[in-house]
Antibody, heavy 120, light 110 residues
Framework: QVTLKESGPGMLQPSKTLSLTCSFS??????????VSWIRQPSGKSLEWLAA???????YYNPSLKSRLTVSKDTSNTQVFLKITSVDIADTATYYC????????????WGQGVMVTVSS | DIVLTQSPALAVSLGQRATISCKTN??????????MHWYQQKPGQQPKLLIY???NLASGIPARFSGRGSGTDFTLTIDPVEADDTATYYC?????????FGAGTKLELK
């Protein structure tokens, strides 16, 4: 059974760094082709793909946010992390991690999401 | 970035057909595949994959859902619509990075 679960600080102040963790089970990120992505959704709005890391450690970023994003994974291939620097109110959103079997594939499993509020 | 355009809302009666469209500003076909996928999202829940590569039904999804299209024009059809289908539906392209999503179509019952 594939499951993913996001965790994060809940709330943080503008200009701080947001650190998110995606913990998953039921699949291995070391499997050829496997990718874990981060996607966010402001309340009442659509979805925005942010970043991804694949089975080989290659990283992919949305150019609109690339300078602020860092995606990484742990050596046991059971967690993926996302850091967003210099957050502001516009980064308030629900953040999802999702799995896909290849960079062209659909997101077939999603975490439940973690809500992050940026507020002073 | 590839832009996906969806109508914001659609109202249909129970048992009728709902057709949701998604148009892209660039061709999302490549080597015989259309890199377009559809998701359903209910309030407070994560998106759920319905259709992949334009016309393939995802695992566990009822056959009332179907998808078609190629190039820049795609549709998701629900026939017949059931009460549980009230949700927002998103299209997503994986032809290019960054992957992009449509703004979503909210399906309501008349």
């Amino acid at each position: 059974q594939v499951t993913l679960k996001e965790s994060g600080p809940g709330m943080l102040q503008p200009s701080k760094t947001l650190s998110l963790t995606c913990s998953f089970s039921g699949f291995s990120l070391s499997t050829s082709g496997m990718v874990v992505s981060w996607i966010r959704q402001p309340s009442g709005k659509s979805l925005e793909w942010l970043a991804a890391i694949d089975w080989d450690g290659d990283k992919y970023y949305n150019p609109s946010l690339k300078s602020r994003l860092t995606v990484s994974k742990d050596t046991s291939n059971t967690q993926v992390f996302l850091k967003i620097t210099s957050v502001d109110i516009a980064d308030t959103a629900t953040y999802y991690c999702a799995r896909r079997g290849a960079n062209w594939a659909p997101f077939d499993y999603w975490g439940q999401g973690v809500m992050v509020t940026v507020s002073s | 970035d590839i832009v996906l355009t969806q109508s914001p809302a659609l109202a249909v009666s129970l048992g009728q057909r709902a057709t949701i469209s998604c148009k892209t500003n660039q061709n999302v076909d490549y080597y015989g595949n259309s890199y377009m996928h559809w998701y359903q999202q209910k309030p407070g829940q994560q998106p759920k994959l319905l259709i992949y590569l334009a016309s393939n039904l995802a695992s566990g999804i009822p056959a009332r859902f179907s998808g078609r299209g190629s190039g820049t024009d795609f549709t998701l059809t629900i026939d017949p619509v059931e009460a549980d289908d009230t949700a927002t539906y998103y299209c997503q392209q994986s032809r290019n990075l960054p992957n992009t999503f449509g703004a979503g179509t909210k399906l309501e019952l008349k």
